[in-house]
């Protein structure tokens, strides 16, 4: 009786093991279908905010641009973005894309054959990563494009002078119903964690987008209580070289070395923030309180804080986030790099460091740079000169062009300080010449907007010039070649001289250049079509699209300006330049614009706007014009647009349905065929807001130096 009820039991497992394993069988997943996507889609076209993507051979090209490393902006291309970091080459291949939130500034740079461009501030952006599905995340099979307008519309009945084209009206008012061509849907919720590095594991839970409409907020960071903790990188002793000056070497400090924990916590946060995604920022929140990655460290500044012993407000007339790169070399030897530490204190006097003014952090280097301390660690120009005065020597060669790039990448952050709403300024101290190249290293941090100044000391003698690695690396570094970005120094025990000179110039934010970006440093001025062919309700999506256009830009007084005039047989004067200093107000003024009605003399807006706009713009702003038609002119356009470009006016043209196409390209500047555009139909003028602020950012990023 006892084997029947083994061997039976034993029976009733073995086909419930059966069962199972044929269950299993059968519930194992298709394998999965990775569609494909051509070589000039871009992140931003696609709503789906995790997919996986085969691109096509033959994607390696200037006309599918980029903007950014590492993390890119929305509007670059997908497959040339992944060929620009690496992930596949131009034969093509699989990636994986991840939507994150809008970043405050995309450094452009060369790499694996892909020249990518500098932007200061988009919406959206994208990592790629090895197209390899993560772990319980389920993946597309067809991608969902965005093919509908940013802007709801309203639909009203056609009046007469309508009858001439087919048209649609828009309610200029109604900005968030539909998705735009750059993934500017409603805007998801969104939660403040760091970006995910490459080869870090993320969550796996499927990503599902919300849609609840949130503005991200701007927090300006304010100096916290906690000085730094002494540099955490080791400096060992060395042997001193000798193709570097020799001068008073006999009696430089080497840097101590400190306890491994410390270095190995340092290590861990460098590693963290490695191939330039080195800015915590904001993402998609697919699954609240979920944190992408951590490092499990804090900042260095954060493992001996210290309490301040007071926080001052400073000089309100000079906030600017200030980086120091000190000179640490053996050629400077002991004397001399005192004197630079009480030059550097002096400076830090009066600056007048403190909240609402200047901040200042430093940079020491020598083979490799350190940080001394950030931006937020000293609040007060008293406690900033005694950190200063207990700085040790780091010793090695004069790497000026490596300690550029340490900046460009890891000083400029939030994280240390950075306030958003200063300009990033560095000043390099050198003591003869460098010891390795610049200029690349300095292009890169002028692409993302940081203020190089060098202070030289004691320049090569006749003699010396064979050991220069690059001449004239000066000129090849500063923002501009005028002479206001550089100072020369006949010696050291001279260094006491140029304190104020180098503060006024420092504090001097009108003239800061490298400041200036293709979003803060225009004055706009919209020319409006406004005859009878165009339509009440046409009217109303042209001034949806002059607004979308507008609300991309950083208005106010001191950045980018807006102004408007409407024309038909006459012209009227909108608003000016001058009229509307932020963002809103601008807005708002735009949506009010009524509609006039009668003909078309665009020639005589074009000298209407010159006179009456551009003629009291700025002389440190870019002129451009953006002029919205929809037929041929009563009169000539090519003679008043040649005065508007020879006063220095960069003009756009955007035609609609009957507009001329030989009067578009006359109107716009050189090359007509990245400054003008057509679409049939004023509904589809929302998708060239994208494409006219990327051409806009172009033309600025090409400017001269000098």
């Known amino acids: 009786m006892r084997a029947t009820v083994i061997a039976t039991f034993f029976g009733v497992f073995l086909t419930c093991t059966y069962t199972a394993k044929e269950a299993t069988k059968k519930t194992k997943k298709a394998k999965l279908y990775v569609p494909q996507i051509d070589c000039d889609v871009k992140a931003g076209k696609i709503i789906n905010p995790e997919f996986i993507a085969k691109c096509p051979p033959g994607c390696q090209d200037v006309k599918h641009r980029v903007y950014g490393t590492d993390i890119y902006a929305s509007f670059s291309s997908v497959c040339n973005a992944a060929i620009h970091s690496g992930i596949i080459d131009n034969t093509g291949g699989k990636v994986l894309v991840q939507k994150v939130a809008g970043h405050s ?4 740079s060369f790499s694996n054959g892909v020249r990518s461009l500098s932007l200061p501030r988009w919406r959206e952006s994208f990592l790629v990563s090895e197209g390899k599905p993560r772990k319980g995340v389920t993946y597309p099979s067809t991608l969902e494009y965005s093919s509908s307008k940013s802007t709801a519309v309203k639909s009203e009945p056609k009046k007469p002078e309508q009858d001439l084209k087919g048209t649609k009206s828009a309610d200029v008012s109604n900005t968030s119903e539909k998705a735009s061509d750059q993934g500017d849907t409603a805007r998801k919720e969104r939660q403040t964690t760091p970006v995910p590095t490459p080869g870090t594991e993320m969550a796996t839970t499927t990503p599902t987008a919300t849609t609840t409409t949130t503005e991200p907020s701007t927090t ?3 100096p916290t209580t906690a000085p730094a903790a002494p540099r955490t990188t080791a400096a060992p002793a060395k042997a001193r070289p000798g193709l570097h000056r020799g001068r008073d070497m006999g009696s430089s400090s080497v840097h101590p070395a400190y306890a491994s924990v410390v270095a190995a916590a340092a290590r861990q946060v460098q590693a963290a923030q490695g191939r330039g995604q080195n800015t915590a920022m904001e993402i998609d929140s697919w699954k609240p309180g979920l944190s992408l990655f951590d490092t499990g460290f804090s900042s260095k500044e954060e493992l001996n804080p210290k309490p301040l012993e007071s926080i001052s ?11 120091f790169l000190m000179d640490g070399s053996w050629s400077i030897g002991k004397r001399r790099f005192q004197l630079q530490k ?4 002096n400076v830090a006097q009066a600056l007048g460091i403190g909240s609402a003014g200047p901040l200042m952090g430093i940079v020491q280097y020598g083979d490799d740079p350190s940080t001394e301390f950030n931006l937020k660690t000293y609040a007060n120009s008293k406690d900033l000169r005694n950190a200063i005065e207990k700085i040790q020597q780091k010793g090695g060669l004069s790497n000026v062009g490596k300690a550029l790039s340490f900046v460009n990448k890891n000083f400029f952050l939030d994280a240390n300080g950075n306030r958003g709403g200063a300009p990033n300024v560095v000043v390099v101290m050198v003591d003869g010449w460098p010891t390795d190249r610049v200029e690349e290293a300095s292009r890169l941090a002028r692409e993302s907007g940081i203020n190089i100044f060098f202070v030289t000391v004691e320049a090569a003698a006749q003699s010396e010039k064979q050991n220069v690695v690059e001449p004239n690396f000066v000129d090849k570094a500063v923002c501009r070649t005028s002479g206001f970005y550089s100072i020369n120094v006949p010696s050291w025990f001279s260094l006491h001289k140029v304190v104020q000179p180098l503060v006024k110039r420092v504090c001097d934010t009108e003239r800061l250049a490298c ?3 293709c ?3 225009a004055d706009i001025g919209f020319v409006i079509d406004g005859s009878s062919s165009v339509g009440t309700g046409n009217f109303r999506t042209v001034l949806q699209f002059v607004a979308n256009i507008s609300k991309e830009f950083e208005i106010s007084d001191t950045d980018t300006r ?4 409407q024309y038909t047989y006459e012209q009227r004067l ?3 330049f001058d009229k509307y200093s932020t963002k809103q107000d601008v807005l708002n003024a735009i949506k009010r614009i009524s509609y006039w009605s009668g003909g078309t003399s665009t020639g005589a807006a074009i000298s209407y706007a010159s006179e009456q706009l551009f003629s009291k713009s700025k002389p440190n702003k870019r002129k451009i014009m953006i002029l919205i038609t929809d037929g041929r002119s009563y009169d000539d356009v090519s003679v008043p647009a040649m005065a508007a470009h020879q006063n220095g006016v960069i003009a756009y043209s955007i035609g609609v349905a009957w507009a001329a196409p030989d009067e578009l390209e006359a109107i716009a500047s050189d090359p007509a065929k990245e400054h003008s555009f057509f679409v049939d139909d004023f509904d589809n003028l929302y998708r060239y807001v994208n494409q006219l602020i990327q051409n806009i950012c172009t033309e600025f990023n090409s400017q001269p130096r000098n």
């Open 105 to 108: 500034g995309y450094r452009g």
């Open 220 to 222: 300006v960071p304010q």
């Open 313 to 323: 407000q400073g000089n309100q007339n000079c906030k600017v986030d200030l980086s």
């Open 342 to 345: 009480r030059f550097l204190g």
């Open 515 to 517: 400041s200036k970006t």
């Open 519 to 521: 979003l803060n440093a």
């Open 562 to 565: 807006i102004g408007a005039v």
């Open 574 to 576: 909108e608003f000016s």
